[in-house]
């Protein structure tokens, strides 16, 4: 059998930016390239793993046995192996088998760089090519205009493997399905990105893709990596623009993944108070160790450039930057300055968000971010983290909260809905309702809406609607677009059926027309994330339970005017001041029958007279639908 062939791709300043914690391309260098020496095609493999004594490569090609391919280790102490492998090419099969020279422990790994993974519970890597020819150019010219922060914004998350499942096989669709069916459906609903949950390879389905161990492969669970790039393609030929789930927070302890990799506590901290995550039973990266920290920066760039993704929703950053986080006292040690502070974490989350702006200025990184931690989606150079969003979780919370009461009790809470205002510019702030909300027994987002059938579809109408004129990007999780019924299943497709039914249709009707409003409307876009895009007319109207605000946009005549109504009682010849005189021209209400509403509406424009009220020179009466808002224009 052919032996190794001596071969490297690394140049010596490779090395050094390695090293050094400041190599982000290093997928073009390690794992498994299919290449040409001396007239011979093959793979070249490569692979870090300093405690090792020996490394082989094995493979359906040379029986799994080990010692056959073994690799080559560098001369100058970076702790790579590599070698050239003739015969070896696009759909060998193949593992690391490592000798420790800690305690001659012995592993077998699947390839941290892997392009392709074997289909679970199958755990190999796959050499694989992801050749493709893509015919987005035209997206990728103007995406700095889609993603800008003064652009509509509005999410669909997805999870792929339970969006949709096939009527007679019950199976997950394809890559190539979902090209189809998913980006039809996202156009038709007016969303201008998706946010796919992880499908970088997992190996446990009810991880929901949260626990990874191909970083740099597309899950082979719905088809072949350049599959996912006609995904990606197919979304931006369509205007469409792609987030990905990214997931540096932990990784799963699985024999064949990262953990123990070479024998020693490689890419996690060897301390469990920083090493170990109590949550999630899973292992958290060592941010301090300039390797792990080339490798991480190198995957978020991996997906920028060879997938064409236009931005990273980072997952769990408040674990990252807290060292007591989920830790009772004495289970964490404090920073060098006796802060909880992860100080490593937040320094290689400030550098991964320099690296990927300074090559990618045109996408964006989002937080999930819980707690008050300051300046998160602040530019590194002003003392930030860097991020471009975050989540407001606080949003989410209250307002869940607030719709969640009956409405007779809501004027005693009204603070919980307007309190979001306070603190709505310190962070540039996208809304979300995600697939966390729809899970562990918090109910579907209509099953936590109170009153009877009209009254749930109401709220639910009313939630969207002040969402969607709240100042901030927005998110959705799939099913809640229809008005889902049952709790996200992630074995199980949405109940699509139950768009047979007026009312859930009418959900999808007026999810569809609030992003619509939300991109045709620049009031409710250009000035997102300043306070100068937003002016409370009335937030203590308790007793009606009634709020109205302004949405600014760069020219006044652009501006709209929000009334909501919180309770099922209709608001007849109800008074608002406003800003200059005119006529009010109603350009939206959520109670339309065509969304399942009783059609409570302003029938005809509505003269402003000046007439102060609420601290202003003018006012108009005009009707708030019950349950309901209303957006209007003066002209």
């Given amino acids: 059998m052919t032996k190794v062939v001596a071969h490297s791709l690394f140049s010596d300043f490779d090395i050094n930016l390695f090293k050094g914690g400041k190599h982000y391309r290093l997928y073009e260098k390690f794992g498994s390239h299919i290449t040409i020496v001396d007239g011979v095609e093959g793979t070249y493999f490569a692979v870090w793993a300093p405690s090792a004594k020996s490394v082989s490569v094995v493979g359906d090609f040379n029986f799994w046995v080990e010692g056959e391919h073994e690799l080559n280790v560098r001369w100058d102490e970076s702790g790579i192996w590599e070698g050239f492998i003739p015969g070896t090419g696009k759909g060998s099969i193949y593992k690391y088998k490592i000798q420790s020279h800690h305690n001659d422990v012995v592993t077998e790994k699947a390839d941290p760089y892997a392009r392709r993974c074997e289909h679970p519970p199958k755990t190999a890597s796959v050499v694989w090519d992801t050749i493709y020819d893509w015919k987005d150019e035209e997206w990728m010219k103007k995406r700095k205009m889609h993603n800008a922060l003064d652009a509509p914004f509005s999410v669909y998350e997805v999870h792929l493997s339970s969006w949709k499942k096939t009527t007679d096989e019950n199976r997950s669709l394809s890559y190539v399905e979902l090209a189809d069916e998913l980006v039809r459906y996202v156009k038709e609903m007016e969303f ?25 492969a597309p899950t082979s669970r719905f088809g072949y990596p350049e599959e996912f790039k006609l995904l990606v393609d197919k979304l931006h030929q369509n205007n469409i623009g792609i987030i990905l789930d990214w997931v540096p927070s932990h990784f799963p302890e699985d024999a064949h993944g990262l953990g123990f990799f070479d024998g020693t506590c490689l890419y996690e901290h060897p301390d469990k108070r ?25 995957n978020a760039i991996f997906w920028l450039d060879q997938y064409h993704a236009d931005g990273l929703r980072v997952d769990a950053v408040a674990s990252m930057l807290f060292l007591d ?12 300055y006796g802060g909880r502070e992860n100080l490593e974490a937040i320094t290689f989350i400030k550098e991964l968000n320099t690296e990927v702006y300074a090559s990618f200025p045109d996408v964006q990184t989002i937080a999930e971010e819980s707690t008050s931690y300051p300046m ?5 150079f ?10 407001m979780m606080g949003w989410m919370h209250d307002t869940l909260q607030y719709f969640g009461k009956e ?30 909300e729809v899970v562990y027994g918090k109910r579907s987002i209509i099953g936590r809406m109170p009153g009877d059938e009209w009254q749930k579809f109401a709220n639910l109408r009313l939630l969207y609607s002040y ?48 992003n619509l409003l939300y991109k045709n409307q620049p009031a409710l876009h250009e000035k997102q994330f300043s306070v100068e895009g937003f002016e409370w007319i009335s937030y203590d109207d308790h007793e009606n339970s009634v709020i109205s605000y302004i949405r600014k946009g760069n020219r006044d005549k652009d501006n709209l005017i929000v009334v909501c109504n919180f309770t099922p009682i209709p608001r007849t010849n109800y008074r608002i001041g406003l800003p200059a005189q005119g006529k009010l021209v109603q350009v939206f209400n959520s109670d339309q029958r065509e969304y399942g509403g009783s ?18 020179k003018y006012a108009a009466e005009i009707v708030v639908p019950p349950l309901g808002a209303v957006v209007f224009k003066i002209a």
């Fill in 274 to 298: 920083k090493g170990y995550h109590p949550d999630w039973k899973s292992l958290i990266f060592n941010y301090g160790r300039n390797e792990v920290k080339s490798f991480l920066i190198s």
């Fill in 325 to 336: 986080y989920s830790r009772n006292e004495g289970e964490w040690e404090p920073n060098i």
């Fill in 467 to 514: 969402m969607f004129t709240h100042p901030g990007t927005k998110l959705l999780f799939m099913g809640a677009e229809i008005g889902q019924h049952e709790e996200w299943d992630f074995q199980k497709s949405l109940d699509w059926y139950i768009l047979d039914y007026d009312l859930h249709s009418g959900i999808k009707s007026i999810v569809k027309e609030l």
């Fill in 599 to 616: 059609g409570v509406s302003n029938q005809t424009d509505i003269d402003i007279s000046q007439k102060e009220w609420q601290y202003r």
């Fill in 192 to 216: 201008t990105h998706v946010e796919f949950m992880p499908i970088m390879e997992y190996p446990y389905d009810p991880s929901w893709g949260y626990q990874l161990t191909g970083y740099f």
């Fill in 382 to 391: 002003l003392g930030g983290l860097g991020f471009g969003m975050k989540w």
């Fill in 407 to 436: 409405s007779i009790y809501r004027k005693h809470h009204q603070n919980d809905l307007t309190f979001s205002m306070t603190y709505a510019f310190t962070e540039n702030f996208m809304l979300p309702l995600s697939h966390d």
């Fill in 376 to 380: 998160v989606s602040k530019p590194t």
